[in-house]
């Protein structure tokens, strides 16, 4: 079935600097979605992406989505220490009742204050 | 709004044992849940589709007998390990998501340890 590589698995910032990370596929993508995981925490969906190329911010993080629709990034500027956490992407397969949610294997952010 | 809740948030069991974990939407109704499992400092798994009224859908390599889930209305789900070994410690997530929306919303999550 379709599945989401997600790079890289960590990522350790000075806060202040930026952070991306990248989730890749080897086939076409009908959506993607992005979900932050804070330590001891459960996921909390953050965004959705289906168009082609789409671009989307949410205050200091920048959602893409890529024109081939086969890889997508997520873009922190000036990195808080708020922004600790692993960030997944997932990829909802099926339709209605029958879909269901995959995850990425996700970037687990870690700040230097 | 959307607001989904487990209980118990950890438990400690007895190899051999079962544990059950309830699955809640408190300010919706859930016609399918999911049940995921997560080991420490690794990715969401997911195991099974909870259906309301109907039997769950087991992912690939996942012990239905072992792990059983029953969605007797649409508002709660539970999830039942049977016979607890201590690889069965884990961290176990429902989610649910509103009709015709795209989202998932998460419980707190279970964390279980099988001694």
């Known amino acids: 079935g379709q599945q989401v590589m997600q790079i890289p698995q960590y990522q350790h910032v000075q806060e202040g600097e930026d952070f991306t990370t990248y989730c890749n596929s080897s086939?076409?993508?009908?959506?993607i979605q992005w979900y932050k995981q804070r330590p001891g925490g459960h996921p909390v969906f953050l965004i959705q992406?289906?168009?082609?190329?789409e671009v989307k911010k949410q205050k200091r993080l920048t959602f893409q989505f890529g024109e081939a629709k086969k890889n997508s990034s997520l873009h922190i500027t000036a990195t808080q220490t708020t922004d600790v956490g692993t960030y997944f992407c997932?990829?909802?397969?099926?339709?209605?009742?029958?879909?269901?949610?995959?995850f990425g294997s996700g970037t687990r952010l870690s700040i230097r204050p | 709004g959307a607001v989904v809740s487990q209980h118990p948030s950890w438990v400690i069991c007895k190899s051999g044992t079962s544990v059950k974990i309830e699955c809640r939407s408190l300010?919706?109704?859930?016609?399918?849940m999911f049940w995921y499992r997560q080991f420490p400092k690794q990715s969401l798994m997911l195991m099974a589709t909870?259906?309301?009224?109907?039997?769950?859908?087991?992912e690939q390599g996942v012990e239905k007998d072992k792990f059983l889930i029953n969605h007797a209305s649409l508002t709660l789900s539970t999830l039942t390990v049977t016979s607890a070994h201590p690889e069965d410690s884990s961290f176990y997530i429902c989610?649910?998501?509103?009709?015709?929306?795209?989202?998932?919303?998460f419980g707190p999550g279970t964390r279980l340890t099988v001694t």
């Open positions: 989610s649910a998501s509103l009709t015709g929306a795209y989202e998932q919303y």
């Open positions: 086939t076409t993508l009908s959506n």
């Open positions: 992406l289906v168009k082609s190329g």
């Open positions: 997932a990829l909802k397969v099926g339709y209605s009742s029958a879909s269901k949610i995959i």
């Open positions: 300010d919706f109704q859930a016609t399918t």
């Open positions: 909870s259906n309301e009224g109907s039997k769950a859908t087991y």
